[in-house]
């Protein structure tokens, strides 16, 4: 299992560009990599999913370097509303494979 | 709404109780996973089932146990409950077997073990 590893808690003002690093050194050929949002009590949400290079989707860009041992979500000009955990998940396309959530990002954001 | 729902919204019950969570996947998706979130804690993949079948296993206890009906529908069955059972219980569903899918989660389930 590709495991990951995420900064505890991050803090950012509003307006700021945001971008939280994922570590994933053991990601194997079929791994995709997939960041999700999660507020209090509500269930995770999809952001945007990568394999390799950039995307770009309304709401955020995913950076992933060649050797794919880590990835970079960017979130730009952010609002007190982006306050939230964001886990970074890596899974395969084999479906037998248990999924692992990171342990979360906990961004703080302020006015 | 991400068109998983979850029942019941809240569950309030005693130690060394039996419980079931009930799942309903998104239309049209085949796979359904079941997480746990303890409080402040990260999630916790527990099972996922696909098509009626299980497909993957993650540290689901021997005190819990999950199925997949014909109509695609999923109970996670919590039995013996201890304390340290209290947690946010979600489940997610997607279109297919990958584990790259994106999976849509239900609004969860909150079970207190008193």
């Known amino acids: 299992l590709a495991k990951t590893t995420q900064p505890i808690s991050m803090d950012s003002y509003e307006g700021q560009e945001v971008n939280i690093t994922c570590s994933h050194n053991n990601i194997a050929t079929n791994d995709y990599i997939t960041w999700y949002q999660q507020f209090p009590s509500q269930g995770p949400r999809f952001i945007i999913q990568g394999y390799k290079t950039k995307v770009t989707n309304e709401v955020a860009s995913l950076f992933i370097p060649a050797d794919r041992k880590s990835s970079t979500l960017s979130l730009p000009r952010v609002s007190l509303s982006d306050t939230a955990v964001y886990y970074c998940?890596?899974?395969?396309?084999?479906?037998?494979?248990?999924?692992?959530f990171g342990s979360g990002t906990r961004l703080q954001v302020q006015p | 709404d991400s068109g998983v729902t979850q029942t019941p919204k809240h569950l309030i019950t005693a130690t060394g109780q039996r419980v079931t969570l009930r799942c309903s996947p998104r239309?049209?998706?085949?796979?359904v996973y079941w997480y746990q979130q303890s409080l402040d804690q990260g999630l916790q993949f527990l099972i996922q089932?696909?098509?009626?079948?299980?497909?993957a296993k993650g540290n689901i206890l021997e005190r819990f146990s999950a199925q997949q009906f014909p109509d695609l529908h999923s109970e996670l069955n919590l039995s013996s409950l201890e304390l340290g059972d209290s947690a946010l219980y979600f489940c997610?569903?997607?279109?297919?077997?990958?584990?790259?899918?994106?999976?849509?989660f239900g609004p969860g389930t909150r079970l207190t073990v008193l």
């Open positions: 998940l890596v899974g395969g396309d084999t479906g037998r494979r248990a999924l692992t």
């Open positions: 997610a569903s997607s279109v297919e077997l990958a584990g790259a899918d994106t999976q849509y």
């Open positions: 089932y696909y098509n009626g079948e299980e497909r």
């Open positions: 239309s049209g998706d085949l796979s």
